[in-house]
């Protein structure tokens, strides 16, 4: 079964925009667009999906756009390094997703140049980067996902999964840390060891091997652009160690770990594809609300269940949105 998620804007359609091949006023130069990944290459689901979204808008590669891709590597100076080169390429639009550092490294290179973000591991509210929901002021406008607000329920649906669970491995890194006082306020009656990483690529199998060793009934892997993209070896090393891991993102279930939870990351993109392509036709960023996810989706991966002797009640396979068989 698959239940898609979708996104509204809290102002109630604001970002709807007219579809026309016409992307452009007559004259201009093709628009550059500076586009920032935190670690995902440009061929990841949710950056197609950003693509896709822009040629639906009228927007073309060479002929109304160009776009300037850089990744920043989950690396904290190099995000900064980025925003000053886009800054100096005179850039009509900085697209900044993924962790706090990102936005704060724009809003640091700029503060004219429009800024839209897909923020999915921080609350750019609480962070003091924008000023509001409705009219933020500002140069800053996009979508974002609180992700700590989620971890409480990960952990759930784990111990639904494994009533006897005891304890728990929880992976995190610098640009999850935040996430970290959630899981353990949502682990009542649980041990919770802590693996950190601060070197990608990391070293997931040999988190697997300590989850092993202590006897872990469980592994929690927070949202982080670094565990994002090693999915496909988080999903295997789990696997290979035969131990139970719950994500952030649907791609990771569809990676081969046992489940996931939270927000779809492409349609996230998709809507801020629609906040770009609002500002190239004329629109300011502090007139156009933020917004957030208002679904959010549980996949589990049965195949995954099966392999590691798993029965996945029915009780939640009936609120997945979507389980691969």
């Known amino acids: 079964m698959d239940r898609r998620v979708f996104l509204r804007s809290l102002a109630g359609g604001l970002l709807s925009a007219p579809l026309t091949t016409e992307a452009q006023p007559a004259g201009k130069a093709p628009f550059r667009l500076g586009l920032v990944s935190a670690g995902a290459p440009r061929t990841s689901p949710h950056w197609i999906k950003f693509d896709r979204r822009l040629r639906e808008l009228g927007h073309v590669e060479g002929q109304t756009i160009l776009t300037e891709f850089r990744n920043a590597e989950a690396q904290a100076e190099r995000f900064r390094q980025i925003m000053q080169e886009l ?31 897909v923020a999915i591991d921080y609350d750019p509210i609480a962070s003091g980067l924008v000023g509001g929901l409705a009219r933020q002021g500002g140069n800053v406008t996009g979508v974002f996902l609180r992700q700590v607000e989620l971890t409480g329920k990960r952990i759930e649906f784990l111990r639904e999964t494994i009533p006897r669970a005891t304890r728990l491995v929880v992976l995190w890194d610098a640009l999850s840390a935040d996430q970290v006082k959630q899981a353990e306020a949502s682990a009542a009656g649980l041990q919770l060891q802590r693996v950190a990483f601060r070197d990608a690529p990391y070293d997931l199998a040999a988190a697997m091997r300590y989850a092993v060793q202590q006897r872990a009934d469980g592994v929690l892997c927070l949202a982080s652009p670094i565990f994002f993209r090693q999915r496909e070896q988080l999903a295997e090393t789990a696997l290979r160690s035969r131990v139970p891991v719950v994500g952030p993102f649907r791609e990771m279930a569809e990676a081969g770990i046992l489940m996931s939870y939270g927000a779809s990351l492409p349609e996230m993109f998709h809507r801020a594809a629609e906040y770009v392509d609002r500002i190239l036709r004329g629109t300011r960023p502090s007139d156009m609300p933020m917004e957030q996810p208002t679904k959010f989706e549980l996949v589990i991966n049965i195949r995954t269940a099966r ?10 396979l009936v609120r997945a949105d979507q389980v691969i068989e």
């Not at 800054?87 to 429009?114: C, F, H, M, Q, Y």
């Not at 392999?307 to 996945?312: D, H, K, N, S, V």
Request: no cysteine; charged share 15%.
């Open 307 to 316: 392999a590691l002797g798993l029965t996945i009640p029915q009780s939640l």
């Open 87 to 117: 800054v100096r390429l005179n850039v009509d639009v900085i697209v900044a997703p993924g962790p706090e550092v990102s936005l704060r490294a724009a809003k640091e290179a700029t503060a004219s140049i429009p800024i839209v973000t």
